[in-house]
């Protein structure tokens, strides 16, 4: 038995670099310390219900898969792709930055597009950033300099259990030695979720309404008076003493999810989130960070910058990147059927994406690089079964205020399995050949 230590969780995008994972002596893992419950969970359940171990292919979606060599597998995608006339390659927020890399190169060489899951997810923030700026700073700042920290629309009790203990509430800062009783905590839900129940000001604002509700906190700051009992639901006493702890904040941060990013308005909730950020620094120091989701969404967005120019949707059919989200974004152009290929890689789009996208990907040539069984896999023509990043791959991973983080490979992966760098590696040379 061996215990690995410092090992970086890959789950969601607080990215933990602090788990410790204990292997029995035939390389299995059989526990985890520090880590929560979900993240314990990625690890314990690396075999899954259903682990996949070798390729498997069918040409009818109605047939039952038959077990292929990874040779055919690959020559078969890459055929796809170079025959389709507008190929999708997607997905790529559960994997590390050299996947991405040849993801991309994969979609400029058949001429296809490019996306990843922050387009179901923070792409309303992206679109937002892009119209206003982007006041954000590292999650090491906030844990040692905040004293106001505001969850918008988001639950990290749930989904990123670990960020308020390491992090914001709780952490223990260089100027917040005292932790929580250093920090005024103000959630803005319409539920009162788990988070909620442990602020000092909940703002339960009306479902779709937070839009209204950031335009007067900015009237407010602003000292315009409201001329209302309520707006968005908020009695406006509260929306006042939200704005005074604020504007009185040392250091304050704002970090918002999908309450805000996928509600009513979309990215002009985040245009206007910014705004209030940017009004508030006239009197003190205010940040956002968004709580981006899978563990390296944002790695995708930081490398498709870095190679495209743009952070997602990229489409290459006219021979260089252009990047228009609506007219270019993977669920649109599945919902229009104007895609008829798709290679999905590290997410489960057949789960997470709209109905009548799922109905074009069910009609469409599916390849789906995932190692287990998924709503996407079932609508598959070839699956290819890689090895899991970050358990028995290692890479990099951007953690949500973007800095990067050296994921390690724990394990090794069933015999033959290959990462996704390496399937996406073999399927650019077989492409080039069929070119
Ligand atoms: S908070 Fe997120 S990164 Fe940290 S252990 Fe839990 S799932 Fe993993």
Not at 25 to 32: L, S
Not at 177 to 185: A, I, N
Not at 254 to 270: A, P
């Amino acid at each position: 038995m061996r215990e690995i230590k410092n090992v970086v969780c890959p789950f969601c995008g607080t990215l933990c670099d602090d788990v410790v994972v204990i292997v029995d002596n035939e390389g299995h893992i059989i526990g985890t310390r520090n880590a929560c419950r979900i993240g314990h969970a990625k690890f314990m359940h690396f075999e899954g219900a259903v682990r996949w171990r070798e390729p498997l292919m069918r040409e009818n979606k109605k047939d039952d898969f038959k077990k292929v060599d990874i040779d055919t597998a690959i020559e078969e995608t890459a055929r796809i792709l170079v025959e389709a006339d507008l190929p999708l390659i997607y997905g790529f927020s559960a994997t590390e930055c050299h996947a991405h890399v040849y993801g991309i190169e994969l979609a400029e060489l058949v001429r296809g597009v490019v996306s990843n899951t922050a387009e179901v997810c923070h792409g309303p923030s992206v679109w937002a950033l892009q119209d206003v700026g982007y006041p954000i700073c590292t999650l090491g700042e906030v844990k040692n300099r905040a004293d106001v920290i505001i969850y918008w629309g988001s639950n990290p009790m749930h989904a990123h259990p670990r960020h308020m203990s390491r992090y914001s509430v709780f952490a223990r800062g260089f100027f917040r030695e005292r932790g929580r009783e250093d920090r005024t905590l103000i959630v803005v839900d319409p539920r009162e979720t788990d988070t909620a129940k442990l602020a000092d000001v909940h703002l339960q604002v009306e479902p779709h309404k937070d839009y209204e509700l950031i335009s007067a906190m900015r009237a407010v700051l602003k000292g315009f008076e409201l001329q209302v009992d309520k707006v968005a639901g908020v009695p406006v006493d509260l929306i006042y003493e939200a704005v005074e702890i604020c504007k009185n904040a040392q250091f304050g941060c704002l970090f918002f999810g999908m309450g805000v990013t996928q509600s009513g308005s979309k990215h002009r909730n985040i245009d206007n989130a910014i705004c209030l950020v940017i009004d508030l620094n006239a009197y003190t120091k205010f940040t956002l960070i968004p709580m981006r989701g899978h563990y390296n969404v944002n790695g995708f967005n930081q490398v498709c910058t870095w190679v495209t120019g743009f952070p997602l949707c990229v489409d290459f059919s006219r021979g260089y990147p252009r990047f228009n989200p609506g007219d270019t974004s993977v669920t649109d152009l599945l919902m229009r059927k104007e895609a008829d290929a798709m290679l999905n890689i590290a997410s489960d789009p057949g789960a997470h994406f709209p109905q009548k996208a799922v109905e074009r990907m069910a009609e469409i040539p599916l390849i789906c690089i995932d190692p287990h069984d998924t709503p996407t896999a079932e609508l598959a023509n070839i699956i290819i079964p890689p090895a899991i990043a970050g358990v028995e791959a290692e890479g990099t991973a951007y953690r949500m205020d973007g800095i990067p983080i050296q994921l390690k490979k724990v394990i090794d992966p069933p015999e033959g399995v290959l990462p996704d760098r390496e399937i996406l590696k073999r399927i650019i040379s077989k492409v080039k050949e069929f070119l």
